[in-house]
């Protein structure tokens, strides 16, 4: 009994809350590979509301069978957890700042030509709140750090949104790089996020962009000379 209380999905953020006697919200996010960011825009959005003072967003991704064959996608173990304050709270305290999050956007796509299928639509709306949100002109933005699952169907439609979301703002081309943790490490499924945010931390921390691995031709489903995107193939210096 006890370990099947232990094990109950809602109870598993509280059980951190338990042994740290925290008494804020705590919250168990479930949007499959979103989940962790969606985590963490919650809880910048309650900080701002001042509705707490600190937040600790984490999730964790283990295999507990070993499935391991795929196509186009490997699966990995992660754990990612990241403390969030207010600036001016974390800089009062002393504390090291890594970076600083200036936004953030939630959306879901409405209806595809599948129910698991992404919408470059709505992935554009996202993206343009998102900048709105920061206050962000998307021709300052130096690198994204995508999905990018490696699948014919999904990584297009990822693209053909990123280039929708910049062509509606800009029309320059080649400017804004783009990569994806997962050759590295895997899919951490609900902690992709995450880690991506990590990796794109350690970019702005050493202001160089790695190279994305294995990469060695891109997708004929997406003219990058035609957008304003270009895959970071080598490693490249970011002032």
Same mark, same amino acid.
């Given at each position: 009994?006890?370990?099947?209380?232990?094990?109950?999905?809602?109870?598993?953020?509280?059980?951190?809350?338990?042994?740290?006697?925290?008494?804020?919200?705590?919250?168990?996010?479930?949007?499959?590979?979103?989940?962790?960011?969606?985590?963490?825009?919650?809880?910048?959005?309650?900080?701002?509301?001042?509705?707490?003072?600190?937040?600790?967003?984490?999730?964790?991704?283990?295999?507990?069978?070993?499935?391991?064959?795929?196509?186009?996608?490997?699966? #990995?173990? =992660?754990? %990612?957890?990241?403390?969030?304050?207010? @600036?001016?709270? *974390?800089?009062?305290?002393?504390?090291? $700042?890594? /970076?600083?999050?200036?936004?953030?956007?939630?959306?879901?796509?409405?209806?595809?030509?599948?129910?698991?299928?992404?919408?470059?639509?709505?992935?554009?709306?996202?993206?343009?709140?998102?900048?709105?949100?920061?206050?962000?002109?998307?021709?300052?933005?130096?690198?994204?750090?995508?999905?990018?699952?490696?699948?014919?169907?999904?990584?297009?439609?990822?693209?053909?949104?990123?280039?929708?979301?910049?062509?509606?703002?800009?029309?320059?081309?080649?400017?804004? #790089?783009? =990569?994806? %943790?997962?050759?590295?490490?895997?899919? @951490?499924?609900? *902690?992709?996020?995450?880690?991506?945010? $990590?990796? /794109?931390?350690?970019?702005?921390?050493?202001?160089?962009?790695?190279?994305?691995?294995?990469?060695?031709?891109?997708?004929?489903?997406?003219?990058?000379?035609?957008?304003?995107?270009?895959?970071?193939?080598?490693?490249?210096?970011?002032?």
């Amino acid at each position: 009994a006890m370990a099947l209380a232990g094990n109950i999905n809602a109870v598993i953020p509280g059980r951190l809350a338990h042994l740290l006697n925290l008494k804020g919200p705590c919250v168990n996010i479930d949007t499959a590979c979103s989940s962790s960011l969606v985590a963490m825009v919650m809880a910048c959005q309650a900080l701002r509301q001042h509705d707490v003072s600190t937040a600790v967003v984490g999730a964790v991704k283990v295999k507990l069978l070993p499935v391991d064959d795929s196509q186009g996608v490997g699966f #990995g173990e =992660g754990v %990612v957890v990241l403390v969030l304050k207010r @600036l001016r709270d *974390a800089l009062d305290a002393g504390d090291p $700042v890594h /970076a600083v999050v200036k936004g953030g956007s939630v959306n879901q796509d409405g209806r595809s030509i599948g129910l698991t299928a992404p919408n470059a639509e709505a992935q554009r709306d996202l993206l343009l709140a998102a900048w709105d949100d920061a206050n962000v002109e998307p021709e300052s933005i130096g690198y994204i750090e995508a999905h990018g699952t490696g699948t014919r169907l999904g990584d297009p439609i990822e693209l053909h949104g990123l280039q929708m979301a910049f062509s509606a703002r800009t029309k320059r081309r080649q400017l804004c #790089g783009i =990569g994806s %943790v997962k050759p590295n490490i895997g899919h @951490l499924d609900s *902690a992709s996020g995450l880690a991506g945010v $990590v990796k /794109a931390i350690m970019c702005l921390q050493r202001r160089q962009i790695p190279a994305s691995i294995n990469f060695e031709r891109p997708t004929d489903q997406f003219d990058f000379s035609r957008s304003a995107l270009y895959v970071v193939d080598q490693l490249t210096d970011w002032d």
